[in-house]
């Protein structure tokens, strides 16, 4: 079948199936079978509202990340060091990759906005 229309809440083909199911109405789709040659109205309901949290993002463990560390932390200074982690100068932090970062206990240390590299052209 072939979807041809699909309408939300309160356009036009949607007022019964507005008044008959309210708030949890979602969409009203209007699907096409060619073999039969019949048109379906379909409805999408909302039947269970709960909390949710979403789950963090999948990081790959090669993307590169900065990590704050306090320049007094010389034991951590030197696990990032031999690890391959490198120092930027200009922005204060040390460049290491995710999975490094991870395996250092640094995650929360991860600074996200720093992190965002402009993407190459």
Do not use: F
């Not at 699909?6 to 008044?19: D, F, N, V, Y």
């Not at 460049?95 to 052209?121: C, F, N, Q, V």
């Amino acid at each position: 079948m072939r979807i041809r229309m699909t309408r939300k809440p309160g356009q036009p083909g949607t007022l019964s199936e507005l008044a008959t199911y309210g708030d949890k109405l979602i969409c009203v789709r209007y699907r096409y079978d060619e073999a039969s040659k019949k048109r379906h109205k379909t409805v999408e309901l909302i039947t269970e509202t709960v909390d949710w949290s979403p789950p963090p993002p999948k990081i790959p463990p090669n993307t590169p990340v900065l990590v704050q560390v306090a320049k007094e932390d010389s034991t951590t200074i030197n696990a990032i060091r031999k690890a391959g982690g490198v120092w930027d100068a200009k922005k204060h932090l040390w460049w290491m990759l995710y999975a490094t970062a991870l395996s250092l206990g640094l995650e929360d240390r991860i600074d996200w906005h720093a992190s965002k590299r402009p993407r190459a052209r």
